[in-house]
């Protein structure tokens, strides 16, 4: 059985709002699976059969199946023909135990009911506070082994909260939990953006009583000023290479966007409009910018090459459309638009042009997709609060993530790659 290195949490201090987790709608095509309670999972406080189960019935494509009523943990060699009659596709087993380092093994094994075979087998030795993100890991495992798709599950989500006259940003797991502050500031903070590595957040802070851009590591707890030229300095967007930020500054008088180098040095622009520039963000290639600009006389979607020029645009429903988040694999583009006075996630695939609105609330913003392209996370106003949302690309199924204080904005999904 592989084992893994332990499982690396943030050094900062942990968030006071918690989030629950509520699932509504259900997918076309979902694979069947059940899990066993994993064996001594009585000695930690996690359940972790249910956090993977949750994980996955949270991407619309996989159905739960009540498990047998049967003792099994990875050791076990089950019979599983009761299991294939009971309709089941899949079966985890697993089980936690006491290390001497006081440490908790958490292992499993990954069965295919319908051919009966063995899909493998791994182990997780964790502190109590990383046992959900074992409890992810495995979710992720399972994902890929069942689907050839890399899961997000162990992946993180960065946020803004604000109660009060306090603004932290938070980062937590994917589903929400584990939430845990990077900084905070009696001052807002706006458009929060994960580097490639997952290692830098970078942000809009009013600190200085005008916007300026900051990037942090996350893990070393330092942050470093990036832009504080004359005027505003606004929504960074990273380079796929993580050598530069693309932001809107209004240098020339009116928002135009620029090339940050991470090693210093003036801006370099890449529009020259007489409008406003704003909200870039590239394309999962890394050779494309899309943009928002009035320059047609309402707020609209652009796309540009990453070194700037050659703006078309993209958007041409209705005449307010903002926030573009394109998906990694390079289909789907992710925007807001205004309908009727309701500002509501719509999805184009970039494709054909066909776009779909995929929720029916009002006050909608922020969309960013999850590093498999399969889940987008956006903020809304649902049911008299703040809330985050996640919706599978076709709208079918979504996800609220509540906190319990607070209001909660400007998601943006964190990338595969972990520290």
Known sequence: MAATASLAALPVSPALAQFRVEVSGA???????????????GIVSQDMAAIVRADLERTGQFRFVEPLAARLDETARPDLAPWRSKGTDSLLTGSV??????????????????????????????????????????????????TGEKGVFSTRIAYVSKQGNTHRLLVADADGEGAQEVFRSNQPLISPAWSPSGNDLS???????????Y??????????LLANFRGSNSAPAWSSDGRQLVAALSISGNAQLYALSMDGGQPRR??????????????????????????????????????????????????????????????WLAYISRVGGAFRLHVMDLASGNVTALTDTSADESPSFAPNSRLIIYATRDRGQEALMTSTVDGRVKTRLASVQGEIREPDWGPFAAR
């Open 27 to 41: 997918g076309v095509t979902q694979v069947p699976f059940s899990i066993a309670p994993f064996r001594d999972n």
């Open 270 to 331: 890449l529009t020259q409009s007489g409008s406003i520039d704003t909200e870039p963000a590239f394309s999962g290639d890394g050779r494309s910018i899309y943009f928002v600009s009035d320059r047609g006389g309402s707020p609209q979607i652009y796309r540009m090459d990453a070194q700037g020029g050659g703006a078309q645009r993209v958007t041409f429903n209705g005449n307010y459309n903002i926030s573009p988040s394109p998906s990694p694999d390079g289909k």
């Open 97 to 146: 135990s006491r290390l001497a380092d006081g440490r908790f093994d958490v292992r499993f094994r990954l069965w295919d009911a319908v051919r009966g075979q063995d899909l493998g087998a791994m182990s997780y030795p964790v502190t109590t506070r990383d046992l959900r993100q074992a409890a992810h890991k495995i979710a992720d495992y399972m994902y890929e082994k069942l």
């Open 203 to 213: 942000y809009v802070s009013f600190e200085s009583r005008k916007p300026v851009i």
């Open 215 to 224: 990037t942090h590591d996350i893990y070393a707890a330092r942050r470093r």
